[in-house]
T-cell receptor, first 117, second 113 residues
């Protein structure tokens, strides 16, 4: 988990507030992802990025936006938070490494528990 | 379209007994299948994967999984369960050249002493 870090780890915010979740990785991977986890629903993909200039919507992108500031950094924003965005959010990486190898599997950060009141 | 189903929300097994966590999949091309484990307050950790080759795949912590194309299944197994195996397990399928992944809803494994 130390290779993929997320900040903050816990956040409580009010409806209508803008909030940013940050993710950094030291694995050298080109691909980064944001998921949300809800009980009984598994992980659902919000956004994914193949490199700094390539960002794609996932299954549930409405109400979210992202920014890939560098290969190692991928931020998720909630422009105007609402209570049903209360969830556990995970960042993950995969893909080509700096040395040319390919990691098919994903590596996950420790998660951010977000509560919107 | 790709999808994964984990038919059991929870699996209970006694320590020392074999365990199986079930996963079935639906893909439009070649299946690339993964198992992950999540311990409380942690992110998901990769256990094993099937990309190609032998149908029986061995992974971390003594886990293995068998790819069965005719039954479109990729069940996770372990010959002898440990209490420390208690966790939430996710099956996933990779699509679009591994650019996207689709996860099952998760199965909670309880191993009792």
């Amino acid at each position: 988990d130390a290779d993929v870090t997320q900040t903050p780890r816990n956040r409580i915010t009010k409806t209508g507030k803008r909030i940013m979740l940050e993710c950094s990785q030291t694995k050298g991977h080109d691909r980064m992802y944001w998921y949300r986890q809800d009980p009984g629903l598994g992980l659902r993909l919000i956004y994914y990025s193949f490199d700094v200039k390539d960002i794609n919507k996932g299954e549930i992108s409405d109400g979210y936006s992202v920014s890939r500031q560098a290969q190692a950094k991928f931020s998720l924003s909630l422009e105007s938070a609402i209570p049903n965005q209360t969830a556990l959010y995970f960042c993950a990486t995969s893909g080509l490494t700096g040395t040319g190898g390919d990691s098919h599997e994903q590596y996950f950060g420790p998660g951010t528990r977000l509560t919107v009141t | 379209a790709q999808s994964v189903a984990q038919p059991e929300d929870q699996v209970n097994v006694a320590e020392g007994n074999p365990l199986t966590v079930k996963c079935t999949y639906s893909v439009s091309g070649n299946p690339y299948l993964f198992w992950y484990v999540q311990y409380p307050n942690r992110g998901l950790q990769f256990l094993l994967k099937y990309i190609t080759g032998d149908n029986l795949v061995k992974g971390s912590y003594g886990f293995e999984a068998e790819f069965n194309k005719s039954q479109t299944s990729f069940h996770l197994k372990k010959p002898s369960a440990l209490v420390s195996d208690s966790a939430l397990y996710f099956c996933a399928v990779g699509g679009d050249n591994f650019n996207k992944f689709y996860f099952g809803s998760g199965t909670k494994l309880n191993v009792k002493p």
